[in-house]
């Protein structure tokens, strides 16, 4: 999946996560829109973490460390424009797939479409 350049959105929405299941919904599908994510914060024990658009992966299994978050901040545009760190596709929620399932809390700066 390309993504294109954008124009970082005036107003960023915000979906807090705090869940023990091995699939999040971090964020909801939205009808007939893309979810853009621009930043993000999360912290977990050790585990590995899959980030879906629906049920397709966009990163490979990522680990994660415990008391080491994962921290994406939200970027200011710069010279070439800004760039989500991901996208969905249309229609689809943004899912956090987990192994084990284990406490994930944090934050996700996102637009829609």
Request: proline fraction near 7%.
């Amino acid at each position: 999946m390309d993504i294109t350049n954008r124009s970082l959105p005036g107003t960023l929405s915000t979906a807090v996560v705090n869940s023990t299941s091995t699939t999040i919904e971090a964020i909801a599908a939205v009808e007939g829109q893309k979810i853009l994510v621009w930043g993000l914060f999360l912290v977990c024990p050790t585990a590995s973490m899959t980030i879906k658009s629906g049920s397709t992966a966009l990163t490979g299994p990522l680990g994660l460390i415990t008391g080491t978050p994962i921290n994406m901040p939200v970027m200011p545009a710069g010279q070439y424009g800004s760039y989500p760190y991901f996208e969905t596709a249309v229609g689809e929620a943004l899912n956090l797939a987990m192994s084990p399932g284990v406490q994930v809390s944090g934050l996700i700066y996102y637009s829609t479409e």
